[in-house]
């Protein structure tokens, strides 16, 4: 008996027009020029659809080409390069809502200060991939089928399931964007929301992230394979649980040198947009940390600067010269080597954080971690310090 195989359509040329086209449930798709990128992505395209929907093709009908043997044009889809400001909202393509949002993030993800944040780039990064795949696609025809069509592919490159979670979040910010600017029907946005997020083991790849603490044990051994400057940041950031953002852009000015303990205004940090402050509390252990590299005839210039690691940053030449303020991964990337050489299990700067919370709920409750971590709430404190257990171990001993 032959065996049965599930063989997935593959384009053809047609000769007469040159197009490729490809048979799915008994109708024939037109690609684009055989061989050609533009014909390879809308294959990929639909066939990720196709695969999603069960091996069957949403209803809504896929946008098309002219085909020559009937000698008839069908409806084209709106350019790519539409540059229109007002146009009907079925003719809006994927592309033309995804530039006009990128346009609009550029100005609006911005600290107080004018700069740029890292949420742009991150609407960039999960936009880029979707608009390859749908954008000559018109808004009106996007739907759940096609939302997890995109996200089957994200699946297949291995990301993380949080971080395919988050990016899915993301797209349906674009569009619920669109809504309000009157580019998308409610009616599109209300059917994306229907799409669950991934639950754990159901696709993606699990990961640990920066949940849980870390020990001191393990943190002084690490230590002694470190450059004073970044040993001096990890032991502040162990004992006052501020982010790595905070710190890495603290300066001397920022602290009040006077007070007992020292406590350290920072300007511009992750909730500033809201209008909160935030302020850095530095007992004795921090203090003798951070004594020794403070500018006090640079009281502006960032602390832990990587121009301070060693004196031959600054003679350096070429094209990838150290920066002012240490980068997000490049911290980490020193502290990989040095636990390498140290020998001890993997943990990683977020995990400081965890540490301080689980230390000060244990001693003071927390109200006080909402406090010191600049917590808005209770219950974001309360996730932070999921590892302290101190208080079931009193109530066992007591009580059991």
């Not at 979707?130 to 000559?136: D, E, L, S, V, Y």
């Not at 947009?273 to 004594?291: D, E, I, V």
């Not at 003071?364 to 996730?383: D, I, K």
């Amino acid at each position: 008996m032959p065996r049965l195989v599930h063989r997935l359509p593959v384009p053809r040329l047609h000769t007469p027009s040159g197009r490729a086209r490809v048979r799915i449930n008994g109708k024939d798709h037109w690609l684009g020029p055989f061989g050609s990128r533009s014909a390879q992505v809308e294959y990929d395209r639909l066939i990720s659809e196709y695969l999603a929907n069960g091996r069957q093709l949403p209803s809504v009908p896929s946008p098309e080409v002219p085909d020559t043997r009937k000698n008839q044009t069908r409806e084209i889809p709106v350019p790519i390069r539409e540059t229109a400001t007002s146009l009907p909202v079925k003719t809006i393509t994927i592309t033309t809502l995804i530039a006009r949002f990128i346009e609009w993030a550029d100005s609006h993800y911005r600290h107080p200060d004018g700069t740029e944040t890292r949420e742009a780039a991150n609407f960039r990064h999960v936009t880029r991939p979707f608009r390859k795949m749908f954008g000559t696609l018109p808004v009106a025809d996007f739907g759940p089928t096609r939302l997890i069509a995109f996200r089957e592919q994200l699946i297949k490159k291995k990301l993380a399931r949080r971080t395919i979670n988050r990016m899915i979040g993301r797209l349906r910010t674009v569009f619920k964007w669109g809504v309000s600017r009157e580019l998308c029907s409610v009616d599109v946005l209300s059917r994306l929301q229907t799409v669950e997020p991934l639950q754990p083991n159901r696709g993606g790849r699990e990961t640990s992230g920066t949940r849980g603490s870390v020990s001191w044990e393990v943190v002084q051994k690490t230590l002694e394979y470190l450059p004073p400057l970044i040993r001096s940041f990890v032991v502040v950031a162990f004992h006052s649980g501020a982010r790595v953002g905070e710190l890495v852009k603290l300066t001397t000015r920022m602290i009040d040198l006077t007070s007992d303990p020292w406590i350290a205004t920072i300007d511009r940090h992750k909730t500033s947009h809201k209008g909160k402050s935030r302020r850095l509390y530095f007992g004795p252990n921090a203090q003798t940390a951070l004594q020794p590299f403070l500018l006090e005839n640079q009281p502006d210039e960032p602390i832990f600067s990587p121009l301070r690691v060693d004196e031959r940053q600054k003679k350096r030449r070429g094209k990838r010269l150290p920066g002012r303020v240490y980068g997000r991964s490049s911290l980490q990337q020193v502290l990989r080597r040095a636990i390498k050489r140290a020998g001890v299990e993997p943990w990683s700067l977020g995990m400081l954080r965890h540490a301080a919370a689980c230390r000060i709920t244990d001693e003071y409750g927390l109200e006080t971690t909402r406090q010191v971590l600049g917590h808005a709430t209770v219950s974001m404190s309360r996730h932070y310090a999921q590892e302290s257990d101190s208080a079931a171990k009193e109530a066992v001993k007591t009580l059991g």
